[in-house]
Every structure is written in structure tokens, then in C-alpha cells.
């Protein structure tokens, strides 16, 4: 059994600044593309960021500058580290994988955390 476990998230003032972590623990053999996703409140999830195992990155328009997502493999974490937050940042943020199973090396399977609250005020 394979798991993602955010931390990070919180409270802070627009113009303020978070770090969101994400660790893959169980039965991994390797973990391939990672990502952050958000969900506002009343709303669909959408991409954040995404970064593949050789660490190529991919943003959405609206945090690009903002925010920064990097990996260490070794560790089996993701993070994502946010800049200038602004009120619209407010979200549920989730961490999502690519994971390939030690017990089944031929595919790789989704895996989705249970997500961490960030909330901005102005």
C-alpha cells in the first residue's frame, strides 16, 4: 500500500509565503510524475504544478513567477513553495503521484493525498 501525506499548509497574509510538503511512503519502487493540485471552496480541482522525474516542471498560468515545485527523489518528497500568496490562493491543496508498486512493476497507479488547507487573507 502506497501514500501521500501533505503538510504545510496554514493560514498567512496576502503577500505571505508557504511551503507545502508531500511524502510518498509504502511499498515504492518509483515514483514518476508528481504534482499539486488545488480545490477553492465550491469549486473543481485544478493543476498547479507538475514535475517529472528528471525534474522537468510544468505550471499553471496563474502561479507561474509564484510558486516553485521541486522533488527530492531520494526522500520520496515533493514540495512546493509559495510566493506572494494572494486571497485567490485560497484552496484545499493536494498532492498527487505517479506510482509505481514494488509488488506490481509493470504499471503505476494514481495516488492522491488527503490535502492541506491553505487560507489567505487580506
Known amino acids: 500500500q502506497v501514500q501521500l501525506v501533505e503538510s504545510g499548509g496554514g493560514s498567512v497574509q496576502a503577500g505571505g509565503s508557504l511551503r507545502l510538503s508531500c511524502v510518498a511512503s509504502g511499498s515504492i519502487f518509483r515514483l514518476n510524475t508528481m504534482a499539486w493540485y488545488l480545490q477553492p471552496p465550491g469549486k473543481q480541482r485544478e493543476l498547479v504544478a507538475s514535475?517529472?522525474?528528471?525534474?522537468?516542471?510544468n505550471y499553471a498560468d496563474s502561479v507561474k513567477g509564484r510558486f516553485t515545485i521541486s522533488r527530492d527523489n531520494a526522500k520520496n518528497t515533493m514540495y512546493l513553495q509559495m510566493d506572494s500568496l494572494k486571497p485567490d490562493d485560497t484552496a484545499v491543496y493536494y498532492c498527487n503521484a505517479e506510482i509505481v508498486d514494488r509488488r506490481e512493476v509493470g504499471r503505476w497507479t494514481e495516488v492522491w493525498g488527503q490535502g492541506t488547507l491553505v487560507i489567505v487573507s487580506s
Open positions: 514535475i517529472t522525474s528528471g525534474g522537468r516542471t
